[in-house]
């Protein structure tokens, strides 16, 4: 299986940025052995398809409806017919922010599905969730929650511990590992064999730094990265270090 790295830029951006960001992708060596996709803000979508060369496109939110007078909503189809080829579901932020629910996920989950797109479907327990030793419970149950009426084709799943995410704290290698075992487990005894054939990618404070050690994991399949997305050169680090790591 080859490894996926995608960049969730999150509200971060700017014309300025993506042109910088694109001339230094450029310039940076061609990656093997790795599916890399950029999601951008919404706004940029089109811009990015156009001045980023060898990265797939992404979006990082898309309406649980297909249509209607949902003011600010954007659809699958919609995403579909600018050429996005995944759209990450269920973010930590889109579940705390805007209160999302497992329910809410899964119609999503379905809807981008069957537009063709592939549904990073993001589940991951809190500080006290880990502290209280429930983050296996938790995850579980938000994963088979997020999933119901899913189908398992264009399925991936990324696992974010929240008390991870922005923070600059990272899970350790074997805390991945063993929730990324977790959630394999999960999905064989959902969907059966074909559960093992879903990437399971981590996100929560990816950097170069750490990058390669996750990435010798045999449970993590790539990342979900943040904030060093938005750097060229660090992004392309972490993708090279995936591929690295699945070679």
């Not at 930590?92 to 329910?103: I, K, N, Y």
Request: aromatic share 6%.
């Amino acid at each position: 299986m080859a490894g996926l790295v995608i960049a969730n830029w999150k509200m971060h951006g700017s014309l300025e940025l993506i042109a910088e960001f694109a001339q230094e992708w450029r310039e940076l060596p061609q990656l093997s052995g790795v599916n890399v996709v950029l999601c951008p803000p919404a706004p940029y979508l089109g811009v990015v398809s156009e001045a980023v060369e060898g990265i797939v496109l992404g979006a990082q939110n898309s309406a649980d409806r297909v249509e209607g007078a949902l003011t600010g909503e954007v659809s699958s189809q919609m995403l579909s017919e600018l050429g996005c080829g995944y759209v990450i579901i269920g973010h930590s932020e889109r579940r705390s922010l805007f209160s999302e629910t497992d329910a809410q996920v899964a119609v999503k989950a379905q809807l981008a599905i069957a537009q063709g797109l592939h549904a990073v479907v993001c589940v991951g327990e809190t500080l006290e969730h880990r502290d209280a030793d429930q983050q296996d419970k938790v995850v579980s149950e938000q994963l088979l929650g997020s999933l119901a009426e899913v189908p398992w084709e264009k399925l991936v799943v990324a696992y974010e511990p929240v008390w991870a995410i922005g923070t600059g704290r990272t899970a350790t290698p074997a805390q991945a590992e063993a929730m990324h075992g977790v959630i394999k487990g999960c999905l064989r005894g959902h969907f059966g064999d074909a559960g093992a054939d879903i990437p399971v990618i981590y996100g929560g404070s990816v950097k170069p730094e750490n990058a390669g050690v996750l990435f010798e994991c045999d449970n993590i399949d790539g990342a979900l990265v943040g904030g060093a997305s938005l750097n060229a050169n660090s992004f392309w680090h972490i993708a090279s270090a995936a591929s690295a790591g699945r070679a």
